[in-house]
């Protein structure tokens, strides 16, 4: 397995080692909780279905997507607003998974930090995985192949979406709205 920023429990290859990574060490090392509001790196459990969109002001301004699974936050860096209708891609570039604590986190993280830069949800609700006709039985077995259908019930976004890696590592993404 390639460790592509997303820490899934397994191991990731170092030239040619199997190094075994726990969900959310990516996200543990990139932060000082001593100086950063965020919260810190405890997964949860259970099989919620929620997602979060925060528009995070940084070096660039970005959104910040999230689909709770496995009992982390998986989550992409979208470059620009996510799409409403469809027709538009949008690169979502996937990053650490986050806890599920970050589910309702906004604020400002202080210069010098990771994501130095202003956090406010943008969009939240709930999400339902489209398995069906798919070869996948979860969502991470749908985002480890690289496509995952889902619908979102948002207080901006409703309808059905995808995300669609485009790239061999892992780490670029297309986001669209599926028409229909």
Known sequence: MTDCG???PGGAET????VFRMPLDDYREKRDFARTPEPGPAAGS???R?????KHDATRLHYDFRLEDEGVLKSWAVTKEPPSSPGIKRLAIRTEDHPLGYIDFQGVIPE???GAGTVEIWDSGTYTPILEGEPDKNVAQAIDRGALKF???G???NG???LYNFDKKGKEWFFFKMKG
């Open 46 to 48: 259970g099989e919620g």
């Open 6 to 8: 997303d820490s899934s």
């Open 155 to 157: 207080k901006r976004l």
């Open 151 to 153: 619908r979102l019930e």
């Open 15 to 18: 030239g040619g080692v199997e």
């Open 112 to 114: 010098g930090q990771y």
């Open 160 to 162: 059905g979406y995808v």
């Open 50 to 54: 929620r997602f979060v969109i925060q």
